[in-house]
């Protein structure tokens, strides 16, 4: 043990006797700290960043995880140690995290809630009712919620999904728009927000469109088709829109579309359609980093790729953006991000989706930098401002 960690372990000892006499009839389970080998910026407007864990369904394992770039502390698991007095700590599949002025929101998807705590303390502060919410997005002192608004169940009859509209004040829900069958991830480009609609429950018959919603009056102003299963959005330095298709895991693979528009103007427009597999993607400048996972089945085995695609010319530039064979350490690529300011490239690996995955950085040039143990099914990264 090093100088550092003994010192963590003195000062946090105290703390942890304390919580787990919190609960009496539940063991509260201790944050474990980790040093990381990350020489921090002194300039920096980043002060860490949040990862939630997603966890098995049914387990109420959602977790939260938060490294520190002033002190190269990587914290998991800090929810319960300072919540010790809620029960069942962040509850059932963590799908999306996001921090916005003070508050950070951790959109917990089977326990149908949006969970809001302390964005530097971690203390909760409260939460807002959504029924099987997916992601969060914010604008204009609102945030916007997805949701499937069904329950949790695979079937035709399954309703239409909506956007939540909640006061990041009060946190009270203000307003809910209808948008297609089980909406996924949303962009907010001008006075529009767009909504990748997928229809999973309801495979194989999809939904394939992206919904419109005009945000001066909150209204759905057009249902535009793009294809199935749609399920990822992310705005570019451009304000266009990249969107994949996860298709149908049979004859029709995943690929990717970008969608531009006139200025004004809601309507999107084909830009063009990449024939190119994307299950995840980040955007930093005038680059898109993404990976595919798919099954095949013939082999009996994952495959995994890995690129760059330059935004502007709209090719893929890098076949990888992991360049020193680490990608070869990594099971089953997650989630994915991109440092606001160093450009280093976060990837998570679910592994077997039953245990700890990790969590890997890479630098810009994607040579490994330092990997660490997370909790189950790691996901969304969100980085926190000074």
Known sequence: MTKIQKNIFVYFLPLLSCVTGCRENELVVPTEYEVIPEVPSADSAIQGFYLVNEGNMGSNKCSLDYFDYSTGIYSRNIYAERNPNVVKELGDVGNDIGVYGSKLYVVVNCSHKVEVVDSHSGVRIGQVDIPNCRY????????YVSSYVGPVQVGVDTPKGAIYEVDTLSLAVTAKVTVGYQPEEMEIVGDYMYVANSGGYRAPQYDNTVSVIQMSDFKQVQQIPVDINLHRVKKDRYDKLWINSRGDNQSR????????????????????????????????????????????????????????????????????????????????????????????????????????GTLYCFDRHGRKKWSVRTGDIPSQICFLPK
């Open 136 to 143: 969060v997005r914010f604008h204009r002192g609102k945030a």
């Open 253 to 356: 693979p995943s690929c990717l579309y970008v969608l531009s528009r006139k200025s004004g103007e809601s309507r999107l427009s084909m830009e063009r359609k990449l024939d190119i597999r994307c299950s995840n993607m980040a955007i930093k400048g005038d680059s898109l980093y993404y990976f595919a996972t798919g099954w095949n089945a013939s082999a009996a085995e994952n495959e995994v790729s890995y690129g760059i695609i330059d935004v502007r010319s709209q090719e893929v530039v890098s076949e990888s953006f992991i360049t020193d064979g680490t990608d070869r350490e990594i099971t089953v690529p997650y989630g994915i991000a991109v440092h606001p300011e160093n450009g280093d490239i976060f990837v998570t690996d679910a592994k077997n989706y039953v245990s700890s």
